[in-house]
């Protein structure tokens, strides 16, 4: 039943809501299952409480004015719930997606316990004296280079780096099935940056204090790799141990994708973990848009949507987007730096070495294919942004269709 369809003596199931008082009169109500949450008033979570009862709409909107004294548009409010996809009158037991962190919560909730995160933030603290003991451990871009053979170094380091990302949205899920809230790792743009992303937007429906562990899941066992990396590099440079000269190369290139990685979250403005993390501890909702339109208004036109938007904005989002736009107009800064000081040359080198190796190598030869594979790393990060970018523009668009 589509939501035209609903009708008076329409039932809703509501069953599989969560619902959770977010201010003095406004509640998130939503299905963890697949991440969409509406905020609505007190009378709207009086009413979910009546459909979950088994009342029908105009029932609900009875009861409702017997209680306030005043007429109440229940059939509008069970509408939006239907378009918001929260709940579908179509089905009692309604559709999930398919989940990475399907566990029991009993089986990885002690990875997240006290103990756990003591010895997170432990790895953290000694990996960061490790560094200060022995600034010869520093990671370099240099330490990318594992082999003399420039592909073969390229392909074990993205090797490398893909399947620690994997590990770090993976113990994303694991933390989010901890508290019960499903997610799908899927893969998204942040910037000029493709990247991976766990979603976990069931985790709106739970009180901000849990939140955090899986906000920060995956530094976590960030840290943890990084200190495993860095101490047994410290211990060979102190002849504790001996390790061989290859080992000592992959793992200097594991603590500078690490390192980065770890660097790169903190960049708030590209809605990364700690985003999510200062978001929640200011009581945002959706403060990267806001702050987005807020300036985007300075410079250019606000479309009749995006105007509403700012316009509905929570108090709370307008006021910190007033210093966190700020730290989004240098996050961008850097970008566009980052993009014509390193992007920019390196694919100019890139391209410019490959060309030249195709040109004067035999085709088929070593080189020629080497050249080849280097040409179509390249295109790829450069391009990938780009092509995630035109998938969400597709799908915003058949959504609306």
């Known amino acids: 039943m589509t939501a035209t369809a609903l009708g008076p003596d329409s039932r809703l199931a509501v069953a599989h809501l969560v619902v959770r008082r977010e201010d003095e009169d406004e509640y998130v109500v939503g299905d963890p299952g697949n991440g969409n949450f509406v905020v609505v008033p007190e009378l709207g979570a009086r009413l979910i409480e009546l459909f979950a009862a088994g009342h029908t709409v105009a029932q609900a909107a009875e009861e409702v004015e017997r209680e306030t004294g005043e007429p109440i548009d229940a059939l509008d409010f069970a509408e939006v719930l239907i378009e918001a996809g929260v709940v579908d009158a179509d089905q009692p037991e309604p559709a999930r997606f398919w989940s990475v962190s399907r566990v029991p919560a009993g089986l990885v909730r002690w990875l997240f316990g006290r103990t756990a995160w003591t010895v997170y933030i432990g790895c953290l603290v000694g990996a960061i004296a490790m560094f200060i003991a022995e600034p010869s451990l520093l990671p370099t871009y240099e330490d990318t280079f594992v082999f003399p053979d420039i592909i073969a170094s390229l392909l074990l380091t993205n090797v490398v780096v893909v399947v620690l990302t994997i590990v770090h949205e993976i113990w994303h899920a694991l933390a989010g099935a901890a508290v019960g809230v499903p997610s799908r790792i899927r893969i998204e743009r942040r910037g000029i940056f493709p990247v991976l992303e766990t979603d976990l937007t069931g985790l709106w429906a739970l009180p901000p204090a849990r939140r955090y562990g899986p906000f920060l899941a995956g530094m976590a066992i960030d840290s943890v790799l990084l200190f495993v990396c860095v101490g047994l590099r410290f211990a060979w440079s ?38 999510l993390v200062m978001a929640t501890a200011t009581g945002c909702r959706n403060l990267h848009q806001v702050t987005r339109l807020s300036l985007k208004r300075l410079v250019w036109r606000l479309t009749e949507q995006e105007k509403v938007i700012l316009r509905d904005a929570h108090p709370r989002d307008v006021r910190v987007a007033r210093w966190y736009r700020l730290l989004y107009l240098a996050g961008i800064t850097w970008m566009v730096w980052f993009a014509l000081h390193f992007l920019w040359p390196s694919a100019v080198v890139v391209f410019g ?47 609306v269709a």
């Not at 790393?377 to 780009?386: E, K, S």
């Open 238 to 275: 102190w002849g504790w141990v001996d390790l061989p000269p290859g080992l000592v190369r992959i793992l200097a290139m594991v603590v500078f994708g690490q390192v980065v990685k770890l660097a790169f979250q903190t960049l708030a403005y590209l809605r990364t973990d700690m985003y």
């Open 353 to 399: 070495w490959s060309a030249g190796v195709l040109a004067d190598a035999p085709a088929g030869s070593y080189y020629w294919w080497e050249a080849l594979a280097l040409i179509g790393f390249a295109l790829f990060n450069l391009f990938a942004p780009l092509l995630i970018m035109l998938r969400n523009k597709i799908r915003e668009r058949r959504a």
